[in-house]
């Protein structure tokens, strides 16, 4: 049987199981991040006509070219974001923190349409198709416009104003947009002509401008704090993200650190007092390192699981001066720095498990009494289904349509990288089984599903982590 027979039924048989496995949970909580997406596609003539209307600028951002900027304060901080993420073909966020700024793109970009933003919004959105019994999402403000983009399932909850479960599309309060994040899609090969320089993307992908106001503190609302945890015992995951809306100083003097703080609190004594519960915190691009650090610190050690991505795990590498291995990490040339960056994370931040999605593969570190090898590949091949499937249509759909995402070719590049980690693990059966052990721990490896031309990028990593999780 060749490698690429053995993963395909692997494949089959992972989808066969997992539909009766989410039956089974009893319910999932995602938190505390649910947006709207203005979504815009990057048209080079647009941005252009903008830059020649204005030559300073024209100047200032072609001048700023190869620099990232921490937050968005002006607009060439937004179009310099643009073009670094552009320029790498790399996903990138940042949050805008002037009005101005958020008009001055609302009046000279617009949008293509809206969507359902966020990370937990996007996770809400793509779970409830799926037969989970009950999901509870944490969206504020709960405004007419923010309920509607929530799918009409029956198993989608909020809780109301009177402490209780009810669908968004019932428990909404107030009209209008408080908040929009900017997707800004590109395609590879996309030419963008800033001053006399002309950038090229190498690869499809997005970046992030984010405007959030009334979150920008991360403060969870009141009634949700008060009632939440009596409604506990009938869950079974918690899924947290929404970290990157943080701003390192705020006008009134506080900072990050003290909205982190209370979070991470929060989150310790609902672990402390239902210790059934599992919680994966979810990462995301964050500028700052000073509060990826502080996520690390006080964030990651109350957590279970992690979620994250390639870039993700080299800024936090980078973050503890580590940049030899972040680089190791970056040359795409060996999957064993790879490894080697989440042994460290893991054996400094006691996490039980650690998935890292990347184009092409997932990798998943995970303590043998947390879960089965078994079972985390299962759910993995279950996640890279699903993510083909949705990438393929747009949208997450019936079993039958999840089920076509077992058509789309598998990543073989993956194959002769997965072949040297066997050889470095010395597990023989590495390569048809993608299961290791070492230390105490299960070292799962999956080829993923590549589409070649996807109908839709926008939040894949979030259908990934949160459905691997769920189910692994």
Same mark, same amino acid.
């Given at each position: 049987?060749?490698?690429?027979?053995?993963? @395909?039924?692997?494949?089959?048989?992972?989808?066969?199981?997992?539909?009766?496995?989410?039956?089974?949970?009893?319910?999932?909580?995602?938190?505390?991040?649910?947006?709207?997406?203005?979504?815009?596609?990057?048209?080079?003539?647009?941005?252009?006509?903008? $830059?020649?209307?204005?030559?300073?600028?024209?100047?200032?951002?072609?001048?700023? $070219?190869?620099?990232?900027?921490?937050?968005?304060?002006?607009?060439?901080?937004?179009?310099?974001?643009?073009?670094?993420?552009?320029? +790498?073909?790399?996903?990138?966020?940042?949050?805008?923190?002037?009005?101005?700024?958020?008009?001055?793109?609302?009046?000279?970009?617009?949008?293509?349409?809206?969507?359902?933003?966020?990370?937990?919004?996007?996770?809400?959105?793509?779970?409830?198709?799926?037969?989970?019994?009950?999901?509870?999402?944490?969206?504020?403000?709960?405004?007419?416009?923010?309920?509607?983009?929530?799918?009409?399932?029956?198993?989608?909850?909020?809780?109301?104003?009177? /402490?209780?479960?009810?669908? =968004?599309?019932?428990?909404?309060?107030?009209?209008?947009?408080?908040?929009?994040?900017?997707?800004?899609?590109?395609?590879?090969? $996309?030419?963008?002509?800033?001053?006399?320089?002309?950038?090229?993307?190498? +690869?499809?992908?997005?970046?992030?401008?984010?405007?959030?106001?009334?979150?920008?503190?991360?403060?969870?609302?009141?009634?949700? @704090?008060?009632?939440? =945890?009596?409604?506990?015992?009938?869950?079974?995951?918690?899924?947290?993200?929404?970290?990157?809306?943080?701003?390192?100083?705020?006008?009134?003097?506080?900072?990050?650190?003290?909205?982190?703080? =209370?979070?991470?609190?929060?989150?310790?004594?609902?672990?402390?007092?239902?210790?059934?519960? +599992?919680?994966?915190?979810?990462?995301?691009?964050?500028?700052?390192?000073?509060?990826?650090?502080?996520?690390?610190?006080?964030? $990651?050690?109350?957590?279970?699981?992690?979620?994250?991505?390639?870039?993700?795990?080299?800024?936090?590498?980078?973050?503890?001066?580590?940049?030899?291995?972040?680089?190791?990490?970056?040359?795409?040339?060996?999957?064993?720095?790879?490894?080697?960056? &989440?042994?460290?994370?893991?054996?400094?931040?006691?996490?039980?498990?650690?998935?890292?999605?990347?184009?092409?593969?997932? &990798?998943?570190?995970?303590?043998?009494?947390? #879960?089965?090898?078994?079972?985390?590949?299962?759910?993995?091949?279950?996640? #890279?289904?699903?993510?083909?499937?949705?990438?393929?249509?747009?949208?997450?759909?019936?079993?039958?349509?999840?089920?076509?995402?077992?058509?789309?070719?598998?990543?073989?590049? &993956?194959?002769? &990288?997965?072949?040297?980690?066997?050889?470095?693990?010395?597990?023989?059966?590495?390569?048809?089984?993608?299961?290791?052990?070492?230390?105490? +721990?299960?070292?799962?490896?999956?080829?993923?599903?590549?589409? #070649?031309? =996807?109908?839709?990028?926008?939040?894949? /990593?979030?259908?990934?982590?949160?459905?691997?999780?769920?189910?692994?």
């Amino acid at each position: 049987m060749s490698i690429q027979t053995n993963w @395909q039924k692997l494949y089959e048989t992972a989808l066969d199981k997992s539909f009766p496995a989410l039956e089974s949970i009893p319910g999932v909580i995602f938190g505390f991040h649910s947006t709207i997406d203005g979504l815009k596609r990057v048209v080079p003539e647009e941005i252009e006509k903008v $830059l020649k209307e204005n030559p300073a600028l024209e100047e200032e951002v072609s001048r700023r $070219l190869g620099t990232l900027p921490a937050e968005i304060r002006t607009p060439a901080d937004l179009l310099v974001g643009l073009a670094s993420s552009l320029q +790498r073909g790399k996903a990138l966020q940042l949050m805008i923190r002037e009005e101005a700024v958020y008009q001055w793109v609302m009046d000279n970009l617009g949008y293509d349409q809206i969507r359902m933003g966020g990370t937990s919004g996007n996770m809400t959105n793509f779970m409830a198709p799926l037969p989970l019994s009950q999901i509870l999402v944490y969206a504020n403000p709960l405004t007419k416009e923010q309920a509607e983009l929530f799918v009409d399932s029956e198993n989608l909850f909020v809780i109301n104003q009177d /402490g209780e479960l009810e669908h =968004p599309h019932k428990a909404w309060r107030g009209e209008g947009i408080f908040a929009i994040h900017w997707i800004f899609e590109y395609p590879k090969g $996309l030419k963008l002509k800033i001053g006399d320089k002309v950038l090229e993307s190498p +690869r499809a992908n997005r970046f992030i401008a984010a405007w959030n106001p009334i979150n920008n503190k991360l403060q969870i609302e009141a009634n949700f @704090q008060k009632c939440l =945890p009596r409604l506990l015992p009938d869950f079974s995951h918690f899924v947290v993200s929404g970290f990157h809306i943080l701003s390192e100083n705020y006008p009134d003097g506080t900072t990050w650190l003290d909205y982190l703080r =209370p979070v991470a609190q929060f989150l310790r004594e609902l672990k402390k007092e239902h210790s059934h519960l +599992r919680f994966h915190y979810e990462f995301a691009s964050i500028a700052s390192g000073a509060i990826r650090k502080g996520i690390v610190d006080y964030i $990651l050690p109350t957590v279970d699981s992690l979620g994250l991505n390639e870039v993700e795990l080299c800024a936090i590498l980078r973050d503890r001066g580590e940049d030899d291995l972040a680089q190791e990490v970056e040359n795409h040339t060996s999957l064993v720095p790879v490894l080697r960056a &989440l042994e460290r994370l893991a054996d400094s931040t006691g996490l039980r498990r650690i998935q890292l999605h990347d184009l092409g593969y997932y &990798l998943t570190l995970v303590d043998a009494d947390y #879960a089965s090898g078994e079972q985390t590949r299962d759910a993995m091949l279950f996640a #890279a289904t699903l993510a083909a499937s949705r990438s393929t249509i747009g949208r997450v759909g019936t079993p039958e349509e999840i089920r076509g995402g077992l058509d789309v070719p598998m990543a073989e590049q &993956l194959f002769p &990288l997965m072949a040297e980690l066997a050889q470095e693990l010395e597990q023989e059966k590495f390569m048809e089984t993608g299961i290791a052990a070492k230390n105490g +721990r299960n070292i799962i490896l999956v080829p993923t599903k590549i589409v #070649a031309k =996807p109908v839709l990028t926008v939040g894949l /990593g979030d259908l990934i982590s949160s459905s691997s999780f769920i189910l692994g």
